[in-house]
């Protein structure tokens, strides 16, 4: 009997919170030490880290100034971003230090084809994201705001930087959401991970404001930026604009970080031969022929579940117009097996770097140059 | 009354009758004709899913018990109620051509994206909206057929206006009705979904709509009417030649293929089909073929997703010391098939539920596909994957099962553990079950850990070695009676990759070393800490409501806790919510003057409930036996239809002899409180029998009776509760609106509720526990509130005149609007 009124307080109260136990998510990483792991997944509210780059209003309204959404949040929300929180006044970052994912990858995953090449790389990402992209790979995390997926760990900046010292991983990398919206825990990784003579890497939408991104850039060596289309149609997918995002390109191709760009080329939403074209010429021009572009193929995901996906012809074809415009290192992604996988060297063609998907089969560069005819080819290789 | 002035002699009325009659089976076809094909039309334009089947049958049934009891009652008591039946039927068999159209291209006028899902909350209004007109509609003109039936049958040999209403006209008409949808059935399911398109079907209905109509309006032709009256009289007749024309001129075939083409917005449709499994599509984008089944995308040839393929096929493939022989269940062509045939494979098995798929592929030939279908090791076998593995004798190297999401009870019986315990049977010694599960190398979300829990508890239950290879969209579980999958490590898998010679794409020996690595294993194990341990089986299949709960999450996290919270739904929970509902009710009844009214209401809804869940368990079980159900569901509804008509009848002849009301019923309650509770037994241990052909054949006439009894139970007790009803009140288009409504109520709540909660998180044997309550609850409430002397029908139901005097003050229906 008192079973069955156990059950009716159950089926009544729907709707409360289920109460997710957290998982050890860093086992992954064994040199990460259990003492700074702690297994609780309540907020603490006081032990978030105030947040950068914003103005206080009156009425203790704030304008968050980090990224190109510009929120303005009122006393005790949060900005589109689900991680920014106004207290009394006081903006805050919720996720800083707690990281929802920290795994160890391939740098070519990210894609990253110009920065040690064959290295692993320790990755974190949180909860949030600026964008609504709807076929996000990661919506899990980039969806949700970090009550929402309960499960996180604790890791001050400088666990991190500890973990990659111990593992001998060479590189950081901020990726899976978007690091503008844990912006002051990449940076403070960063600071400690430059003086460690750690790699920094981030893989950004492009969104943020050139203020901080110029701060960031400081401390960074490469970054991905995911290009999502040349047309306002194809950001309209993601709930953006494009012309900041071409901003924030210019401005990391004139600073000291190498920048590599990604595309995913959907079919219907950014795929016209027209559109591919103008963004490789605005990208010749504006940017630089040297800038490595990516090509990576769709497939269903997440709301646009139900779309084809990319055909090869559209992605050689994009590659070709590429070429032609006049950008020299150019791959295709998420078709694995296919020869664009690898890097040709512009001057005499020959194979720089043979990647079958994300894994190193042959490379060819000794001292940043082509083996075979001695170019040289920008990069980190060292 | 008014239908004097539109007919000239009494005897017309018989006529007149008839006429109706044939209008109230042309209504009952049109009913199930339009609710299927729209059903159809709604969950490929959704990407569909049990849960949108659910809602969109859901919202018919809640549309269609308001147009029966709010728009049907007032049409019954307008002036000229036969020209309000006129056009109501004219006005559905439009909407209906509409709602075709509406389902096509809706989402022209939502901001989505081609290709974007949609979530819970836009495929409730969105198929609330299409199903408005038509539903509603339809619902009035059962209420309204109801009275007019009633006028033309009792006016016959009254002189005087001064009428009285045949509480048996409501029973007929329902078993007219019955009759039409029973017909209907039959006919869409082998006559019309194969062969026409939904255009043709809608405007085939429209024309019998219309056409019955122009009978029925005869009268209005007569001279002397106003000219503008004539025109309008005229109108049908034009309409019926419009459709005519439509019919026998390519417009409702140009009309099919451009709404097609505007549903594929931007994509280049190139086939579009119907079939008894489901619609097919083909889309093209620069040579690459994709088919879509149900607006899902389910191959893309020559260049299918080659992270997946070579995945899911060469891990298990390599892991196999020698795999000869091979078995596909489902998803074979198009990638899966050319991978395994890379190794030394000495036969291939495919078995593919949809005998259309394998030609359309064909038809859309790519070198690919033509390499899959036509090497002589491959046998393309039209049967449903898990009947088919019943029936072979063979043993299988491996066995792929190539169902990627328990969403649906079809594809939930490739993750139960009766399957699991099949093909264990049917796997040789060092044999590999392949599994693939929707998982990602970045982050698990309790609702995917919950769904990759389920399966991995599900196979622990039946395999003693399990290897999972988590992956980045799809994870991989390996299952096998040997050791030895455990035992492979990667340098055996490299060996073997160069002993084979396989040309592979993906694979290297990088790659199975980074995919292999146990840091993988460790991270998902810890993922899955927390999920709760439940083992999803045939006749309670979980996986349907984890997979729902992880698609739902896509669209609506918020409401997703609540959908959450219902796993954790126990029948002691269950029960104490349908006694709480019962006592409240009963109360509420008890305090008004004649409790026996909405005793008799709930009676009727709680049977409808219940008929609803009969259907849905015996549709259940057979999909759960034998796995097809599109033929069948025709037969299984039909015979449940017939018994419903049966029923009916039966019970109208009964009462017919002035035979008492309420011992009847309060035995057909308790009738239909032992079925509840025998239903599941029959079907428990049937699934061992099937191998023997005697079974098999036993079995489909057990479950055709099975459905035509639970048909007759739900059939007999209508004419009954109207009977007893319309004893204390004569308002009978308000009775038939009110108690056809609860009928389908009762059907809706046992529709979304049965097939999205009780059957996946509860189970066969447990929903037939919370029926059996329910049913209970209602016959305790129907002797309560019954007058005592119901065991004595002499006394009272004998002279039936004086039961039909109506109560002082009040005109009787049919003598207040006609």
């Not at chain 1, 191709?253 to 219907?268: M, Q, Y």
């Not at chain 2, 002699?9 to 729209?38: E, P």
């Not at chain 2, 004649?594 to 409808?608: E, M, S, V």
Request: charged letters at 15%.
């Amino acid at each position: 009997m008192r079973k069955a009124f156990v059950g009716t307080g159950a089926f009544l109260s729907l709707g409360c919170f289920m109460n997710i136990k957290t998982g050890n998510i860093l086992s992954l990483i064994p040199g990460l030490s259990a003492g700074s792991i702690s297994k609780t997944n309540t907020m603490n509210n006081s032990s978030a880290k105030e947040a950068m780059y914003y103005t206080r209003l009156e009425r203790n309204r704030i304008r968050c100034d980090l990224c190109h959404h510009t929120c303005f949040i009122s006393e005790g929300r949060r900005g589109f971003c689900r991680n920014r929180e106004n207290r009394r006044g006081k903006l805050y970052n919720v996720v800083y230090g707690r990281p929802s994912a920290v795994n160890i990858d391939p740098i070519e995953k990210e894609p990253q084809h110009h920065m040690l090449p064959g290295t692993n790389m320790i990755c974190i990402g949180t909860a949030g994201c600026n964008f609504r992209c709807r076929h996000c790979h990661n919506w899990h995390l980039s969806q949700r705001s970090i009550e929402e997926i309960g499960r996180y760990e604790r890791y001050a900046p400088q666990d991190i930087v500890t973990a990659a010292l111990n593992l001998d991983i060479p590189t950081i990398s901020s990726t899976y959401n978007e690091p503008t919206v844990f912006y002051e825990y990449v940076l403070d990784i960063a600071k400690l991970a430059k003086k460690a003579n750690l790699r920094i890497l981030w893989h950004s939408n492009g969104y943020m404001k050139p203020e901080p991104l110029k701060e960031l850039l400081q401390y960074t060596d490469a970054v991905t930026i995911d290009l999502k289309g040349f047309s306002q149609k194809a950001y309209d997918n993601s709930d953006a604009e494009l012309q900041p995002v071409l901003n924030t390109l210019k401005t990391i191709n004139d600073s000291s970080a190498w920048l590599e760009i990604v595309n995913l080329v959907i079919p219907t939403i950014n795929d016209t031969a027209e559109e591919i074209r103008e963004m490789c010429v605005w990208i010749r021009d504006e940017l630089s022929g040297e800038v490595p572009v990516h090509f990576s193929r769709f497939f269903p995901n997440y709301k646009l579940a139900n779309l084809t996906p990319t055909p090869i012809e559209t992605l050689e074809r994009a590659y070709d117009t590429a070429l032609e415009v006049g950008l020299h290192y150019v791959t295709l992604g998420n078709v694995p097996g296919h020869k664009y996988n690898s890097t040709f060297c512009p001057r005499c063609n020959e194979i720089l770097i043979r990647r079958v998907h994300f894994n190193i089969m042959e490379n060819n560069i000794r001292d940043g140059k082509c083996v075979s005819c001695g170019h040289a080819i920008p990069g980190i290789w060292i | 009354m008014c239908f004097l002035r539109t007919c000239n002699t009494w005897h017309m009325d018989i006529a007149m009758r008839k006429k109706i009659v044939a209008a109230v089976i042309i209504m009952g076809f049109s009913g199930i004709v339009a609710q299927i094909v729209l059903l159809r039309e709604l969950m490929i334009a959704f990407h569909g899913n049990e849960l949108s089947i659910g809602i969109i049958l859901a919202n018919w049934l809640l549309l269609e018990s308001a147009g029966a009891f709010w728009l049907g009652k007032n049409i019954s008591r307008a002036r000229k109620q036969l020209n309000w039946f006129i056009i109501v039927t004219i006005l559905f068999s439009l909407f209906f051509v509409a709602a075709v159209y509406a389902s096509r291209v809706f989402k022209d006028f939502l901001s989505a994206a081609p290709g974007e899902g949609l979530g819970i909350m836009v495929i409730f209004y969105v198929s609330f909206l299409i199903l408005l007109p038509v539903s509603l509609l339809h619902g009035a003109l059962f209420t309204s057929g109801c009275n007019l039936y009633d006028v033309y049958s009792t006016s016959v040999g009254s002189t005087t206006s001064k009428d009285r209403s045949d509480p048996l006209s409501i029973a007929k008409v329902y078993i007219y009705e019955t009759l039409g949808t029973l017909a209907g059935g039959v006919i869409i399911t082998y006559l019309f979904i194969p062969y026409i398109h939904s255009f043709k079907i809608a405007f085939i209905l429209a024309f019998l709509n219309i056409g019955i109509c122009t009978v029925l309006m005869k009268p209005f032709r007569r001279s002397g009417l106003p000219l503008l009256k004539r025109a309008t009289g005229f109108m049908p007749f034009v309409l019926l030649a419009l459709i005519l024309f439509v019919l026998i001129s390519p417009v409702a075939n140009n009309l099919n293929l451009s709404s097609a083409k505007k549903q594929w917005s931007s994509q280049n449709l190139v086939h579009y089909q119907n079939t008894n499994y489901g619609n097919i599509v083909v889309v093209e984008r620069a040579r690459e073929y994709t088919f879509f089944s149900d607006g899902v995308p389910v191959i893309t040839a020559p260049n299918p997703d080659l992270v997946y393929v070579e995945e899911f096929v060469h891990f298990a493939m390599l892991k196999h010391p020698a795999p000869k022989n091979v078995l596909i269940l489902g998803g074979g062509a198009g990638g899966v098939i050319n991978e395994a045939l890379k190794h030394d494979v000495k036969r291939i098995d495919y078995a593919e539920i949809d005998p259309l798929m394998p030609e359309i592929i064909r038809k859309f030939s790519t070198p690919l596909t033509e390499n899959e279908l036509k090497d002589e090791r491959v046998n393309v076998r039209e049967a449903d994957g898990r009947f088919y593995l019943k029936r072979t004798p063979g043993k299988y190297d491996v066995i792929f099962s190539g169902f990627n999401d328990p969403s649906t009870l079809q594809t939930n019986r490739f993750f139960t553990r009766e399957f699991y315990a099949l093909a264990n049977k049917k796997l040789t010694s060092s044999g590999i079950l392949v599994i693939g599960i929707p998982g990602s190398l970045t982050y698990l979300s309790p609702e995917l850990a919950g769904l990759n829990a389920m399966v991995y508890n599900t196979l622990q239950a039946v395999f003693p070695y399990i290897r999972i290879i988590p992956g980045d969209g799809t994870n991989f579980f390996l299952a096998s009676p040997s050791q030895e999958i455990l035992q492979t490590d990667v340098d055996q898998l490299i060996e073997r990759v160069n002993e084979r010679s396989l040309q592979l794409n993906l694979i290297t020996p990088g790659y199975i070393e980074y995919r292999l690595s146990p840091r993988w294993l460790e991270w998902f194990y810890d993922q899955l800490e927390g999920s709760p341990e439940k083992v999803n089986t045939d006749f309670r299949p979980l996986g349907v409501f984890y997979s729902l709960v992880y698609w739902n999450e896509k669209f609506s996290p918020a409401f997703n806790q609540l959908f959450k919270r219902t796993g954790d739904l126990s029948i002691y929970a269950v029960l104490v919510f349908v006694l709480l509902i019962s006592v409240l009710f009963s109360i509420m009844a008890l305090r008004t003057q004649k409790p026996l009214r909405p005793a008799l209401t709930f009676c009727i809804f709680t049977t409808g409930f219940a008929g609803m869940l009969f259907d849905l368990m015996l549709i259940f079980a057979f999909q759960v036996l034998y796995g097809y159900i599109f033929y069948w569901l025709g037969l299984l509804v039909t015979a449940f239809m017939a018994g419903v008509m049966v029923g009916g009848m039966r019970m109208t002849a009964y009462l017919k002899k002035g035979n008492a009301v309420m011992p009847a019923l309060i035995n057909i309650e308790i009738i239909l409180t032992v079925f509840a509770l025998l239903l599941p037994f029959v079907f428990i241990n049937a699934g061992s029998l099937l191998t023997h052909a005697w079974f098999d054949y036993l079995l489909r006439v057990v479950f055709l009776v099975l459905s035509f009894f639970s048909g007759i139970l739900v059939g007999a007790e209508f004419p009954l509760a109207n009977k007893e009803y319309l004893n204390m009140k004569a308002d009978l288009s308000g009775t038939a609106g009110l108690l056809y409504s609860a009928d389908l109520m009762g059907g809706w709540l046992g529709g979304i509720i049965g097939a999205v909660v009780l059957l996946p998180v509860l189970g066969l044997v447990q929903t037939a526990i919370a029926i059996v309550f329910l049913k209970i609850c209602s016959l305790f409430l129907l002797m309560l509130t019954s007058p005592r002397n119901w065991k004595l029908p002499s006394r009272n139901w004998k002279l039936p005149s004086r039961n039909w005097k109506l109560p002082q003050g009040l005109p009787a229906s049919g003598g207040k609007g006609i």
